[in-house]
């Protein structure tokens, strides 16, 4: 799965590796984003691409509580385009989630070892995410889900897991405005070329959602 990720990039950096034009309003890096929290997302409307903030964690359309949300904040991109949940977002609602890095917890022996994981090459990427729009009388939300995929060779000794990295070429096809069949994006995502990775061990600091700051990506010693 991938529960807990980092965006420490400036502004006018992000602005320019995923052209976008709109500034982005109550933007601060973080250290240690959780789900439920809002995070850095981007849709293709139609005419051009905006970014915004959704809520970590899918809460469906048709869902009649938003609490399902804690529950959805990965999709397996395996299966997703047959799930009720996700099969029609895999069609029309796809989107870009932001980051610089991931973390993951190996088990050790006795605990797990929270682990710091990003692309060797570059610096900003994007999870490959799917995104819905939750509106009752009294509360409205735009939500989102990471898809996720089986571990490639260097993820498997950390985890068994891992998030949908989107090569930085393909970003754009991801949210391309495109109705596709539910199983072209799956068919789409299963063709992608996997990135080098690149990992160290962080303390247990960032293992509470509650902490932020340079101490959670500090290398341990």
């Known amino acids: 799965m991938c529960g807990r990720y980092t965006l420490l990039a400036e502004e006018a950096e992000i602005l320019r590796e995923f052209g976008i034009d709109q500034p982005l309003p109550d933007y601060t890096p973080r250290y240690n984003i959780a789900p439920g929290q809002k995070v850095l997302a981007v849709i293709h409307d139609g005419e051009e691409k905006r970014a915004g903030f959704m809520y ?14 804690y529950k959805m904040i990965n999709a397996r991109s395996e299966t997703a ?3 009720p949940s996700f099969k029609r977002l895999m069609s029309k609602k796809r989107c870009l ?21 990003s692309p ?3 610096e900003l990427f994007a999870f490959a995410g799917l995104w819905d729009h939750w ?12 898809l996720t995929q089986e571990a490639n060779d260097f993820m498997a000794p950390i985890h068994n897991r891992m998030p949908v990295i989107l090569p930085k070429a393909q970003q754009d096809d991801w949210i391309q405005p495109f109705k ?6 799956h068919d789409f995502i299963h063709q992608l070329n996997m990135e080098e990775l690149t990992a160290y061990n962080v303390s247990s600091y960032v293992n509470s959602a509650k902490n932020e700051g340079p101490e959670c990506i500090r290398p341990l010693a």
């Not at 964690?57 to 609490?67: E, H, I, N, T």
């Not at 509106?135 to 990471?146: A, G, H, L, S």
């Open 56 to 69: 970590w964690g899918l809460v469906p359309s048709w869902a009649k509580d938003p609490k399902i949300g």
């Open 81 to 83: 385009h047959e799930k």
């Open 97 to 117: 989630i932001i980051a610089d890095s991931f973390y993951e917890w190996q088990k050790t022996d006795d605990s797990k070892q929270a682990v710091r994981i």
């Open 120 to 122: 060797e090459n570059r």
């Open 135 to 146: 509106k009752t009388d009294d509360d409205e939300r735009f939500t989102c889900t990471i």
């Open 180 to 185: 596709w069949e539910a199983e072209q994006a």
